[in-house]
């Protein structure tokens, strides 16, 4: 009996622990993850070029313990910013943050492209307007290219007032679901292609349509990771951050700028994705 007690008491207080060991490891800092992506489809005078991914703010953070987000993005100098969705949600109360940084990039070209929650919240259309206001381009449904010459690298957004209820382990690969509203925007003079799509559910479907890269966000890398396992993967086999590949094309998941509703963060570090492409092969 004394020894059932002590091994209750053993059990309890482990359980009681596990809040503080969170506060104790949660992680609130911001990380810079780097890829470098060799094709041979890259046409040689876009080598070189450099994207800077930002997914998932949630009208969070500008400054992180450990350094300002504008700052990290100038740091890394690219020649376009992405916003991979969910830069609101439905708490956002007003756009303060997101104008310090939409105006602190304003000299970047600033394509984005939405996620779930932005199309839900009640100041996604101010948010737009805003967007617009300093320059940045909403590619949601629509294409923006980059011209070298005769060289063209094309970006290419999906609308997930289209997919919204479509994405999901349980319903990807059953039916086409990118084809109907991206095919059209496809140009055959597109030497390198790029797609954002917030939800990665669609990375099969987007590499049947030739995409080379594909931008995507939404899990947040899982918020909690242990030995590169999350609690997402319970779901499905998903893929919740970092960098991926099938046949020709790299899928990059970033883990997002902010936390959400769940704002906790264990071995999963809120981060912004600097992508630099390179012509040629890895040697």
């Not at 070189?48 to 400054?63: L, T, W, Y």
């Not at 997930?160 to 055959?188: A, C, M, R, S």
């Not at 779901?235 to 590949?245: A, L, S, V």
């Not at 970033?254 to 570090?269: K, L, M, T, V």
Request: proline content about 4%; glycine content about 8%; some cysteine.
């Amino acid at each position: 009996m004394k020894k059932l007690s002590k091994q209750l008491i053993i059990v309890t207080v482990c359980i009681a622990m596990i809040p503080a060991t969170l506060f104790v490891f949660d992680s609130n800092k911001l990380q810079t993850t780097r890829y470098d992506i060799y094709s041979e489809k890259l046409p040689g005078s876009f080598d070189g070029f450099k994207i800077v991914q930002v997914s998932d703010f949630h009208n969070e953070a500008i400054e992180y313990p450990n350094v300002n987000i504008i700052d990290a993005i100038n740091q890394e100098d690219p020649d376009v910013i992405v916003l991979t969705g969910d830069f609101i949600d439905e708490y956002t109360k007003n756009l303060t943050k997101i104008e310090a940084f939409l105006s602190g990039l304003a000299d970047y070209v600033i394509l984005y492209e939405n996620g779930n929650h932005d199309i839900r919240a009640d100041l996604y259309d101010e948010f737009r307007l805003m967007l617009a206001t300093y320059g940045g381009i909403d590619i949601s449904g629509d294409r923006y290219t980059f011209n070298n010459g005769e060289d063209q690298l094309a970006f290419i957004g999906v609308d997930q007032t289209f997919v919204d209820d479509k994405w999901g382990p349980f319903t990807i690969n059953i039916d086409p679901v990118l084809y109907p509203h991206i095919h059209p925007l496809l140009d055959e003079a597109d030497d390198f292609r790029i797609l954002s799509s917030h939800h990665p559910d669609f990375y099969y479907e987007a590499a049947s349509l030739g995409f080379d890269v594909m931008l995507s966000g939404h899990y947040h890398g899982g918020h909690i990771r242990l030995f590169d396992w999350s609690p997402i993967n319970w779901i499905d086999k998903t893929y919740d951050g970092g960098h991926f590949k099938s046949e020709d094309m790299n899928l990059i998941v970033s883990r997002g700028a902010g936390s959400g509703f769940f704002p906790i963060r264990i071995n999963a570090d809120a981060e912004i994705v600097s992508l630099t492409l390179k012509h040629g092969t890895i040697v």
